[in-house]
């Protein structure tokens, strides 16, 4: 097996001690279901703007979320914040006219104009101004982000950190893992200073075949990476030669389980919106995928709370009922819609499993910087059920064991033809997953009671 891996240097005492103190802060929930003063809040954590390479302005883009049943949008532009005075030619924005027109229509006590040597301007709203106007309190809620944009050599790094103050700077590195970690440090460190809860994650890690698992395993501070993004360009279902995000999924939570005593990875859906002028398209749209998020309040804090307490299941159109989990079982209810049938998987590795791998191999003979090929022992299908509920009962010897849940229903507006509309249930630890007191539910290992 992969020796197991030092902590970062690059990671200070201090900020070990705040990731292990935000993890053991959230109480275990064993029943995730709408019940008493808890509720599911459905949100969108990647979102681009005119602020950036977005096509549409910050409020028409929050009008859309909430007109479409949201309850909170956190907004990513990337290596900005919507903090300070900017103004655009109207002519040579993303959106152009039209998005400009749809504004003033929408808007029309609003909008800043002006002429600038002939040339039409608009000032771009800052968050703070399209909080104060678009959100309701209990109802919708905007939450400032960035998508910190890194590289290492061509590959694009990118990672969210949602509730943040000050931009934060791409810290580059001598290697994709480097990179990561470098990004990951500098957002506990903010968030030590500040003590304000920040969430940070990896997004689209098949984005530029960029982020391999291997790259991933190791990563201190990390909890969250999208297993789907609705971008149709970041290749969540992988090629021939390369793993998919979910095979990217098990491979990263086994590895960490078994070789690395670090605590299981979430997997997020998001929008990644872009294009928001002629839906549906093949562009880059609202609406394709979200997470559920199970909080008593409708807050920055509550919500990233309920979030690093694996509290909350991804979706891009299947709604579930409740995840319920037992020192003995995980059972999972759909939210049915007629005419719709479900199939839900138990996935998961189990001890004993065949560690090895081996790396893929181009055309010319030289290996692909692509995750390697691992054993099918790894995130195998321990059971399949057909219906609206499931119960897969532990037998002992499972490391994790997550769940997916997959509609006969197509998604209408797919981040790849032919997706169908699913939902992912976070990973649980096993039986066979705890090795040290690291590893116990309250601390990262997911939702399960010890024994």
Same mark, same amino acid.
């Given at each position: 097996?992969?020796?197991?891996?030092?902590?970062?240097?690059?990671?200070?005492?201090?900020?070990?001690?705040?990731? &292990?103190?935000?993890?053991?802060?959230? &109480?275990?929930?064993?029943?995730?279901?709408?019940? #008493?003063?808890?509720?599911?809040?459905?949100?969108?954590?990647?979102?681009?703007?005119?602020?950036?390479?977005?096509?549409?302005?910050?409020?028409?883009?929050?009008?859309?979320?909430?007109?479409?049943?949201?309850?909170?949008?956190?907004?990513?532009?990337?290596?900005?914040?919507?903090?300070?005075?900017?103004?655009?030619?109207?002519?040579?924005?993303?959106?152009?006219?039209?998005?400009?027109?749809?504004?003033?229509?929408?808007? $029309?006590?609003?909008?800043?104009?002006?002429?600038?040597?002939?040339?039409?301007?608009?000032?771009?709203?800052?968050?703070?101004?399209?909080?104060?106007?678009?959100?309701?309190?209990?109802?919708?809620?905007? @939450?400032?982000?960035?998508? @910190?944009?890194?590289?290492?050599?061509?590959?694009? =790094?990118?990672?969210?950190?949602?509730?943040?103050?000050? +931009?934060?700077?791409?810290?580059?590195?001598?290697?994709? *893992?480097?990179?990561?970690?470098?990004?990951?440090?500098?957002?506990?460190?903010?968030?030590?200073?500040?003590?304000?809860?920040?969430?940070? *994650?990896?997004? *689209?890690?098949?984005?530029?075949?960029?982020?391999?698992?291997?790259?991933?395993?190791?990563?201190?501070?990390?909890?969250?990476?999208?297993?789907?993004?609705?971008?149709?360009?970041?290749?969540?279902?992988?090629?021939?030669?390369?793993?998919?995000?979910?095979?990217?999924?098990?491979?990263?939570?086994?590895?960490?389980?078994?070789?690395?005593?670090?605590?299981?990875?979430?997997?997020?859906?998001?929008?990644?919106?872009?294009?928001?002028?002629?839906?549906?398209?093949?562009?880059?749209?609202?609406?394709?995928?979200?997470?559920?998020?199970?909080?008593?309040?409708?807050?920055?804090?509550?919500?990233?709370?309920?979030?690093?307490? #694996?509290?909350?299941?991804?979706?891009?159109? +299947?709604?579930?009922?409740?995840?319920?989990?037992?020192?003995?079982?995980?059972?999972?209810?759909?939210?049915?819609? $007629?005419?719709?049938?479900?199939?839900?998987?138990?996935?998961?590795?189990?001890?004993?499993?065949?560690?090895?791998?081996? $790396?893929?191999?181009?055309?010319?003979?030289?290996?692909?910087?692509?995750?390697?090929?691992?054993?099918?022992? =790894?995130?195998?299908?321990?059971?399949?059920?057909?219906?609206?509920?499931?119960?897969?009962?532990?037998?002992?010897?499972?490391?994790?064991?997550?769940?997916?849940?997959?509609?006969?229903?197509? *998604?209408?507006?797919?981040?790849?033809?032919?997706?169908?509309?699913?939902?992912?249930?976070?990973?649980?630890?096993?039986?066979?997953?705890?090795?040290?007191?690291?590893?116990?539910?309250?601390?990262?290992?997911?939702?399960?009671?010890?024994?």
């Amino acid at each position: 097996m992969t020796p197991k891996a030092p902590m970062p240097k690059s990671l200070s005492a201090g900020l070990v001690f705040l990731f &292990a103190a935000a993890l053991q802060s959230s &109480a275990v929930a064993d029943e995730l279901k709408a019940t #008493g003063d808890l509720r599911w809040h459905r949100g969108n954590m990647h979102t681009h703007s005119h602020w950036s390479d977005g096509d549409d302005y910050l409020e028409a883009i929050a009008m859309w979320y909430r007109d479409h049943d949201y309850d909170f949008l956190v907004f990513t532009d990337h290596n900005v914040l919507p903090t300070t005075e900017r103004w655009v030619d109207v002519e040579k924005s993303k959106g152009g006219r039209k998005a400009f027109d749809k504004l003033k229509a929408k808007f $029309p006590d609003w909008v800043e104009e002006r002429e600038t040597e002939g040339r039409l301007e608009v000032r771009l709203r800052r968050f703070d101004e399209v909080s104060e106007r678009i959100a309701v309190p209990d109802e919708f809620l905007l @939450i400032q982000g960035e998508e @910190i944009s890194d590289k290492y050599e061509s590959y694009p =790094i990118h990672m969210n950190a949602s509730h943040v103050r000050e +931009v934060l700077k791409p810290r580059g590195g001598n290697s994709v *893992h480097e990179v990561m970690q470098r990004n990951l440090d500098a957002v506990m460190a903010v968030r030590k200073e500040t003590g304000q809860p920040t969430m940070i *994650h990896l997004n *689209h890690p098949n984005f530029g075949y960029a982020v391999t698992a291997e790259d991933m395993v190791p990563l201190v501070g990390e909890r969250f990476f999208e297993v789907y993004n609705g971008h149709p360009g970041v290749h969540n279902s992988g090629s021939e030669q390369r793993a998919s995000t979910e095979r990217i999924w098990d491979i990263v939570n086994t590895k960490r389980l078994v070789d690395f005593d670090l605590p299981l990875m979430y997997g997020l859906a998001t929008d990644d919106g872009h294009s928001y002028h002629n839906i549906p398209s093949r562009a880059s749209e609202p609406g394709r995928a979200w997470v559920m998020v199970l909080a008593e309040t409708l807050s920055p804090e509550a919500l990233i709370e309920s979030l690093e307490a #694996g509290r909350f299941y991804a979706t891009n159109g +299947v709604m579930l009922k409740s995840i319920i989990t037992t020192p003995k079982s995980l059972t999972v209810e759909v939210g049915a819609k $007629p005419g719709e049938t479900y199939t839900i998987d138990f996935i998961g590795t189990r001890k004993g499993f065949d560690p090895s791998s081996k $790396p893929v191999v181009g055309d010319d003979g030289k290996e692909l910087h692509t995750t390697r090929v691992y054993s099918a022992d =790894i995130g195998t299908t321990l059971q399949s059920s057909e219906g609206e509920k499931a119960t897969y009962t532990f037998q002992g010897d499972e490391i994790y064991v997550r769940a997916r849940v997959t509609s006969s229903a197509d *998604h209408p507006n797919p981040s790849e033809i032919g997706d169908k509309q699913q939902a992912w249930v976070q990973p649980v630890m096993g039986p066979g997953g705890a090795k040290s007191a690291s590893q116990e539910p309250a601390t990262g290992g997911g939702r399960r009671k010890s024994k």
